[in-house]
């Protein structure tokens, strides 16, 4: 089934699983399928779109998740220069074709039209542009554009917001994206290796303000813009702040886990 995408982006798994309601009005969360959630940081070849999607197919089929995010411009590499990947992109069908097989949305990141730093929703049904970084570094701002609103992803009844690499250290972007009414926050990042605290702090502070689950997609390996030595360290994170699941620096490394409801005691470890 092609997804349907209304104000807030919805994906409709298919008709096997029923989408759940959520009251984000404080009278608390209707019962729901736990979220089968994957960060993957897989290798990466600059500019090779056709072999990152490769990649990422066999990250996806590896995974066995229903989200799989992957980290900041994953399908090009951190190459600013990189020319943009459309939703039409023949290079995608691979990772297209994973999505189908195994029923998961892959959250990819890339340049697009508009020059834009983006993260592509890729369902069964094909790609579309879900998200555009909304605060950009220094040099991505010679090239790029900011996005001009904060998205949430509606994943089987649970609401996704998202966010790439700088949109997580600025508190204004968690501030708006939670407004909406969110229970996971997941981002792709690129840092380097002595930066990896970063991700820690940036997590703790979304938790500790928003009580909700984080998911991290954190770039390993080397890449451009001067990252040889990328961070990695992926993750998912409790609503309290918790690590809950956390890969190595190396690239290829992945982590999964099953998020339940508050209501519903915590999660499963995948």
């Avoid at 997804?3 to 298919?14: A, K, N, Q, S, T």
């Avoid at 950009?136 to 089987?156: H, M, N, S, T």
Wanted: net charge negative; hydrophobic share 45%.
């Amino acid at each position: 089934m092609r997804p349907r995408y209304e104000v807030i982006l919805r994906v409709d798994h298919g008709a096997d699983r029923p989408t759940a309601r959520v009251d984000h009005t404080g009278g608390g969360a209707e019962s729901r399928t736990p979220l089968r959630l994957a960060v993957v940081q897989p290798p990466c070849v600059p500019l090779d779109v056709a072999a990152n999607a490769r990649a990422h197919a066999a990250a996806v089929r590896a995974a066995r998740a229903r989200l799989v995010v992957f980290p900041e411009l994953s399908l090009t590499g951190y190459e600013l220069e990189a020319p943009v990947v459309s939703v039409d992109d023949p290079r995608l069908a691979p990772l297209v074709e994973a999505c189908a097989e195994t029923g998961a949305l892959a959250l990819a990141g890339a340049p697009v039209t508009g020059d834009h730093i983006a993260m592509l929703a890729v369902t069964g049904g094909g790609a579309t542009v879900a998200y555009r970084k909304m605060w950009l570094g220094d040099a991505e701002a010679r090239r790029f554009r900011p996005g001009d609103a904060p998205v949430v992803l509606d994943v089987d009844g649970w609401r996704v917001g998202l966010a790439i690499c700088k949109d997580t250290g600025v508190a204004a972007h968690a501030d708006r994206t939670a407004a909406l009414g969110i229970d996971v926050y997941a981002a792709g990042v690129l840092e380097l290796e002595r930066d990896a605290a970063v991700i820690d702090q940036r997590v703790h502070r979304i938790t500790t303000a928003h009580r909700v689950w984080v998911a991290v997609a954190s770039f390993a390996g080397s890449t451009g813009g001067g990252y040889t030595e990328a961070a990695g360290r992926s993750g998912v994170w409790t609503p309290d702040g918790a690590e809950y699941a956390r890969a190595g620096t190396d690239p290829g490394e992945s982590v999964s886990a099953s998020l339940t409801s508050p209501d519903r005691g915590g999660g499963g470890r995948g």
